[in-house]
């Protein structure tokens, strides 16, 4: 079994314990990944505070281009994470042509390398709201330090990059946890990148939820500003309960759950236009997982 470790500070570093990582495919284990216990969970947020003074006052071109850096060298390994996000997610893996670039695991590499690229071509120039001969309001943009993401299970890269690629290149930094059902595509990725950043601008743990809530830890500590949660309802419920002690600012993305439903008296080929063929497809269908 391959070595996985978290991202904090810069290095990265072994848990006490570990747990196991399932094939859905086979239903048995075939990884480890790091348990980390509250001490870890500390240290990657005193990583990511310590960091952020310097980080915030960063150019936004050098912040762009550590993204750029990070870019080439996640083009340099798509196929092993893309393998690896199939075995640990179930996703099947596509790319094996280039019709099959747009499927499974291949697609989700794909839209988070674009939805990268989108995102550091961000503008955070003042929008002028309000412009008077008296007066003048402006809408400014300011990083408000480090920032926490909780990813879900079924696109665990793609909702990953949306997390941390806005948060970083704006002037954060940022703290990490997946969902223990699928650790080890987002650890292998940090740990292809890391070199990219400074230390302690991008952290990463893992746990395994049953013996020890990382999340709610991490969404509690008085250090985090903000918390960017992808996942259930009665978990975002708990965030936004443990946000509200400090007032921490907060994103919940909760249990969307789109029916798509062909009745059994319609003909679906003759009355359906290729277009909305072509959504139900791309939607549901590629990711044997549930799809918001």
């Not at 020890?212 to 009665?234: E, N, Q, W």
């Not at 443990?242 to 003909?267: Q, Y």
Request: include cysteine; charge should be neutral; glycine fraction near 6%.
């Amino acid at each position: 079994m391959a070595d996985y470790k978290m991202l904090i500070n810069g290095e990265l570093v072994d848990a006490k314990e570990t747990f196991d990582v399932i094939n859905p495919a086979t239903g048995k284990a075939f990884a480890k990944a790091p348990h980390c216990d509250a001490a870890d969970v500390d240290a990657a947020v005193a990583a990511a505070v310590a960091a952020y003074p310097s980080w915030r006052d960063t150019p936004i071109e050098e912040r762009r281009a550590c993204w750029e850096k990070a870019l080439g060298v996640l083009a340099e390994h798509k196929n092993a994470i893309t393998e690896l996000l199939c075995k640990e997610q179930g996703k099947p893996k596509g790319g094996e042509t280039p019709e099959r670039e747009f499927v499974g695991a291949s697609l989700e590499f794909n839209r988070s390398v674009g939805r990268i690229k989108k995102v550091i071509a961000i503008n955070p120039e003042p929008l002028i709201h309000m412009e008077g001969p008296d007066a003048q309001v402006e809408v400014c943009w300011r990083p408000l330090g480090a920032v926490a993401g909780i990813m879900p299970w079924n696109f665990p890269i793609l909702c990953m990059f949306q997390k941390v690629a806005p948060a970083v290149v704006l002037g954060n930094t940022f703290v990490g946890k997946p969902s223990p059902f699928t650790p080890l595509s987002t650890l292998a990725i940090v740990a292809l990148i890391k070199d990219c950043f400074p230390k302690g601008v991008l952290n990463m743990i893992t746990a395994d939820d049953s013996k020890f809530r990382a999340g709610a830890h991490l969404t509690a500590h008085p250090d985090i500003r903000k918390v960017s949660f992808t996942g259930s309802v009665p978990t975002g419920k708990a965030i936004m309960k443990a946000c509200s002690d400090d007032v921490k600012r907060m994103t919940l993305e909760m249990g969307g759950n789109d029916a798509a439903i062909v009745r059994g008296d319609v003909e679906a080929v003759p009355l359906c236009p290729p277009r909305c063929l072509l959504c139900l497809s791309s939607s549901p269908f590629p990711a044997p997982t549930t799809r918001c």
